[in-house]
């Protein structure tokens, strides 16, 4: 879904720039002028505080930046004790995709495709290594991950 454009460079470059030019003021100061405390409204507990440093091209994607996540998952799936099967009998080899809407939804070799309700964003959280691939479509991602 990434791709770098000059615009991206540009604005790359300009907010290392702004990064370099304040390191430069820091370093002109003895010591770093005390952060100014001021009471801003409390902000719910539940919104993260994304830096505002980088332009958004660079930060990693959020949730909301996505239509959702997906994995590979090559072992036997084991919900709730028990391993789970698609309904041709395939056990192992699945893509897990988690969707926005917090949904998890898995998809055999065969590309049977059903919502897994016990599952949700924070199973797929434990269980999902670090994003490194972003995919233009759907199709694409399944490529990728071998289906
Ligand atoms: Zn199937």
């Known amino acids: 879904m990434f791709r770098r454009t ?12 702004a990064g370099q030019a304040l390191l ?3 370093t002109e100061w003895p010591e770093a002028p005390a952060p100014v405390a001021a009471s801003a409204p409390a902000a ?23 239509s959702g996540f997906m994995m590979r998952w090559d072992l036997p799936l ?5 391993v789970h099967a698609c309904h041709c009998g395939a056990y ?4 897990v995709f988690n969707m926005r809407d917090d949904s998890v939804w898995l998809r055999c070799e065969a590309g049977h495709e ?16 670090p994003v490194d691939h972003f ?6 991602g399944l490529r990728h991950l071998g289906h």
Do not use: K
């Open 6 to 17: 000059t615009r991206a460079d540009r604005e790359f470059r300009e907010a290392q720039r």
């Open 24 to 26: 430069a003021m820091h």
């Open 44 to 66: 719910p507990a539940e919104v993260p505080v994304v830096p505002d440093f980088l332009p958004p091209e660079f930060r990693a994607p959020c949730r909301q930046d996505v």
């Open 78 to 82: 084991v919900i709730d004790g028990e």
């Open 92 to 95: 192992r080899n699945w893509i």
């Open 114 to 129: 059903a919502e897994e309700t016990r599952l949700d964003s924070a199973w797929y959280n434990r269980n999902s290594g």
């Open 135 to 140: 995919h233009p479509t759907l199709e694409d």
